[in-house]
């Protein structure tokens, strides 16, 4: 009879032993996989696009950064880039540099190495047009 008993016990234990030891292994698992939302100031991301009849290429600057995965997050942020556009104006007038430092703010997703890019830059006002934000897209790499 006590042996019996003592297989029933330590039979119970093992049980409780073993669901402690799952639960365990579950909550690990959920809390590092938590949503983080958290300051960036470079994330390593080189990003080519279009934008305003022209080209840009930049890095990702200062930003916010949530993580929804291990290996993806989406960034808003200021964005330093090189527009590469040729000034369109009449002759004999001073045209602006092709290549034009610039700064620009947008989101940029990004899933293991890949980067898509949706940045907005300011356009200033000249004597024909007035100044206005321009839209872009791109697509990039993070190393």
Known sequence: MYGIENRCIWKKRA???LLQLL???VFYQTYAQQKTVKAS???GVVVAGYTDQGAYVNCTGPAIKYSFA???SILLGLLPSLK???DQVEEG???NAWVTPTLGVGLTA???HIAVQLPAFYSPKTSTADGKWKLGVGLGYKF
């Open 15 to 17: 049980e409780i032993v």
């Open 23 to 25: 639960f365990s292994v």
């Open 41 to 43: 100031l470079f994330e």
């Open 70 to 72: 291990p290996k993806g």
């Open 84 to 86: 590469i556009k040729e």
């Open 93 to 95: 007038k001073p045209k």
């Open 110 to 112: 990004v899933f293991r």
